[in-house]
């Protein structure tokens, strides 16, 4: 069993950079592909971004493209999200999941093909 914990969440303004953190403990997420979701008040959970398991391929979704960046750590079982120019439409809830089949070449978007999740973490983010 894997057990997730993010943070680094607060309040910003706009124009703003937070950096997120996904501690993974339990057994190695080194093998697994790790994503970023979130979900706003009302919302859907939707994807943010993936990284599969070496690092070596990321996804984004195209509302985040050229602002966030996903990265891991395989040595610390952690994987990041650094966001960057945040606008008020990213205020959510932030989750980061990661999945149980090992070696999977590219990251999934869908919230359906992630095993394990965290508790979430809030980003706001201020006008």
């Known amino acids: 069993q894997v057990q997730l914990v ?4 607060g309040l910003v303004q706009a124009g703003g950079s937070l950096s997120l953190s996904c501690a993974a403990s339990g057994r190695t997420v080194s093998r697994s592909a ?3 979701f979130r979900q706003a008040p009302g919302k859907e959970r939707e994807f943010v971004a993936g990284i599969n398991w070496s690092g070596a391929i990321t996804y984004y979704a195209d509302s985040v493209k050229g602002r966030f960046t996903i990265s891991r750590d ?3 079982n952690t ?4 966001m960057n120019s945040l606008k008020p439409e990213d205020t ?3 989750y980061c999941a990661a999945d149980a089949q ?3 070449t590219r990251p999934p978007r869908l919230s359906s093909e992630y095993n394990y999740w965290g508790q979430g973490t809030q980003v706001t983010v201020s006008s």
């Open 102 to 104: 090992p070696y999977r």
């Open 74 to 76: 395989n040595a610390k």
């Open 34 to 36: 790790m994503g970023w």
């Open 92 to 94: 959510a809830v932030y």
């Open 6 to 9: 993010e943070s680094g969440g």
């Open 79 to 82: 994987e990041y999200l650094q």
